[in-house]
């Protein structure tokens, strides 16, 4: 509907030159999607179960995913066809601790090639689960590195080759959560009950089955009218403690995210994509693009009910910008289990741009950046091992993307030429490019070098990303070079 009107927009345009009143009017009346006070909350949030391990006798921690179709009520009857992971929709929550060596068992039982890459895990390129290695139907392929950074919430999705907007938004997408080997930090961590995932994706239905037709569509792919938090259509949360922890996830194919709480009350955001902030920061908005990640800590007085909501963002009508959805009511029990936040959460070592061995820039523009398109035969950039490296990502357009390199966690380093806000003074991997700004984002590119393959860095906007809007970088040792072996 979308694209159809804005075509008739276009068109009336043209037709009165002055209407500007009755675009106006379209631009505010006509396009947007308002949720607002209109979803019933009458659905137990669903909570991704914690995939199943087994330490095996290498002292590996091992799981298995299964990628399967199934069918699932998403609120347009029992049987909307979908794929999940173990499941008809979305995936367990992997879990472990940092420094243990995992192993990850993938059945492909889809009819078509899938990959599953490791969103924000540093790993060797290999098994990093890219658009190289795609696992055919019935196929199986086993990822294991040493998980080797600091607490996170992270996450697992389809990457294969112009396949991941549809794959992903058929439901394939789940948590993993890294965990310290000891928490100090006396966070809200007990999963499911104070410590909830809360995987926000917009849909549009069509006869009851997920839709992806013209009348979703824009010029970020598809904009669904209704959200579904863990697959889970206009959910609530029973909350029995004073502070709840939500780990939001934008697992979206194009949409972006203003999060607020109904009644406008603050909270705390605790992290971001790579990590915990250094302190609690308190605010009453956290904005996250396709991919992004942050954790908060709501405040809730005991009987009361609060929703989370998404606010209009103030990006184009055409971009969803004038949207506004209830996401998720959180309902507070007669009587809550106090807990407190700590002032400190962890020590954030600055990386010194002194110390960087290269700049780069990548213009996002179009559906390229700095004018190619993906090509799996050619390497954008070298890089040398255990080097830190400042890239200026620069959004030369009116469109909005979101940055996402693989492998590494990076810093921020300015917005504009001036310093970054709160929000993006940790870790990230993720970072939404507001039309027409720039960005420098500084990262150390440790332990891994493979000359042979290749990781990622894209536009995590998924309809961009498969029309190319991707790069291929290689680590390699000092004085090597890249020597594709997929090629
Ligand atoms: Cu979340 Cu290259 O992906
Ligand atoms: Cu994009």
New binding site residues.
């Given amino acids: 509907m979308r694209k159809w009107l804005l075509g008739g927009l276009g068109l009336l345009l043209l037709l009165c030159g002055g209407g500007v009143a009755a675009v106006t009017w379209l631009v505010t009346g006509g396009l947007s999607v308002n949720t607002v006070g209109k979803v019933a909350f009458d659905r137990p949030l669903k909570v991704p179960p914690l995939a199943p391990s087994v330490v095996d006798a290498d002292g590996r921690r091992v799981f298995d995913l299964t990628a399967q179709p199934g069918d699932s009520d998403l609120g347009h009857g029992a049987g909307t066809r979908t794929w999940g992971y173990n499941g008809a929709y979305l995936g367990p929550t992997l879990r472990a601790q940092r420094g243990e060596r995992v192993a990850v068992n993938v059945h492909n039982r889809l009819n078509e090639p899938t990959t599953v890459h490791w969103h924000g895990m540093h790993l060797p390129a290999k098994v990093d689960g890219g658009p190289h290695h795609p696992i055919p139907p019935g196929g199986d392929y086993q990822a294991a590195w040493t998980v080797d950074q600091p607490a996170a919430t992270l996450w697992y999705h389809p990457h294969p080759g112009e396949r991941t907007e549809r794959q992903v938004y058929r439901g394939l997408a789940g948590l993993f959560l890294i965990d310290e080997t000891e928490d100090k930090t006396g966070l809200p961590h007990d999963y499911g009950v104070d410590d909830i995932p809360v995987v926000v994706q917009d849909k549009g239905f069509s006869g009851g089955q997920l839709s992806m037709d013209d009348r979703f569509l824009s010029d970020l792919g598809v904009l669904g009218d209704e959200i579904l938090v863990n697959g889970t259509p206009g959910p609530y949360l029973d909350v029995r403690t004073g502070l709840v922890r939500l780990r939001l996830l934008n697992a979206s194919t194009a949409r972006v995210y203003d999060f607020t709480m109904s009644d406008g009350r603050p909270f705390a955001m605790i992290a971001s994509d790579g990590g915990l902030l250094a302190a609690p920061y308190t605010t009453r908005r956290v904005r996250l693009s396709v991919g992004e990640r942050a954790e908060i800590v709501v405040a809730m007085r005991p009987g009361e009910r609060v929703e989370l909501r998404s606010a209009r963002t103030g990006l184009g009508v055409v971009h969803g910008g004038k949207d506004a959805f209830d996401v998720l009511q959180l309902r507070a029990a007669g009587e809550l289990r106090e807990g407190a936040l700590p002032a400190r959460l962890a020590t954030l070592t600055k990386l010194d741009p002194q110390r960087a061995a290269q700049r780069r820039t990548f213009t996002?523009q179009g559906r390229g950046i700095n004018g190619d398109q993906m090509d799996m035969r050619r390497v954008d950039a070298v890089v040398v091992k255990d080097t830190v490296e400042i890239w200026n990502v620069a959004n030369g357009h009116d469109?909005p993307?979101?940055f996402h390199i693989h492998d590494v966690q990076f810093q921020v380093l300015t917005v504009d030429g001036n310093a970054p806000p709160p929000e993006l003074s940790g870790w990230k991997d993720t970072l939404f490019l507001e039309p027409r700004r720039r960005y420098a984002v500084i990262a150390e590119f440790a332990d891994y070098a493979d000359p042979t393959t290749a990781y990622m860095f894209h536009?995590h906007?998924l309809r961009?990303e498969d029309e190319g809007?991707m790069g291929q970088f290689v680590v390699v040792e000092p004085g090597d070079t890249p020597r594709l072996s997929h090629n």
């Fill in positions: 996002f469109t993307h979101s536009c906007v961009h809007m």
